[in-house]
């Protein structure tokens, strides 16, 4: 039979453990779960392939927000 990841801290005694700091998430940010068209997700990690680094997700945001901004924009 195959091993449980969970299997080998069977033997670790956690009884005097201590939970760790709960990390605040990021002011004005939610995390979310999207489904996003693969020509969509392959065009963002191209564009910070490109770059050298960073982070596609947040490219993602600021299109978005950009976006946002171009429609109040044209609406007002």
């Known amino acids: 039979m195959k091993k449980v990841a969970a299997e080998k801290y069977r033997d670790i005694d956690f009884s005097r453990a201590k939970r760790g700091a709960v990390v605040k998430p990021e002011s004005g940010k939610t995390k979310i779960s999207i489904r996003l068209d693969n020509t969509v997700l392959e ?3 191209a564009l910070v392939d490109r770059a050298g680094g960073g982070n596609y997700q947040t490219l993602i ?3 978005l927000l950009e976006h946002i901004h171009r429609r109040s924009t ?3």
């Open 43 to 45: 065009h963002f990690r």
């Open 61 to 63: 945001n600021d299109a």
């Open 74 to 76: 044209l609406d007002a």
